[in-house]
């Protein structure tokens, strides 16, 4: 059964960085996109950060500049390395993969999200 599993979420003051992590269990075969996405209270979920099996990257314009998407397929993890945050960043993150598993075939995965809290 894959799954999905963040870490590194936290409370840190604006300016500050944060690295979130998220790493893919199972019986893969392969992974193509994987993403980050985040949800404010009362907002709905948003793509933060995407990043192809070959290494190509999109942001979303609020964290250009700021935030980097990165992979290492031998690991099945991504990464999510966030510098000067700032209060509007707090939100639960949730890394997403689209996998090729043995059961059941070609699917996506969410993790169950890991929260980030800016303070002031």
């Known amino acids: 059964q894959v799954q999905l599993v963040e870490s590194g979420g936290g409370l840190v003051q604006a300016g500050g960085s944060l690295r979130l992590s998220c790493a893919a269990s199972g019986i893969i075969f392969r992974i193509n996109d994987m993403g980050w996405y985040r949800q404010a209270p009362g907002k709905q979920r948003e793509l933060v950060a995407a990043i192809t099996s070959g290494g190509s990257t999109n942001y979303t314009d609020s964290v250009k500049g700021r935030f980097t998407i990165s992979r290492d397929n031998a690991k099945n993890t991504v990464y999510l390395q966030m510098n000067s945050l700032k209060p509007e960043d707090t939100a639960v993150y949730y890394c997403?993969?689209?996998?090729?598993?043995?059961?059941?075939?070609?699917?996506?995965?969410w993790g169950k999200g890991t929260l980030v809290t800016v303070s002031t």
């Open positions: 997403n993969a689209d996998i090729w598993a043995v059961i059941p075939g070609f699917m996506a995965y």
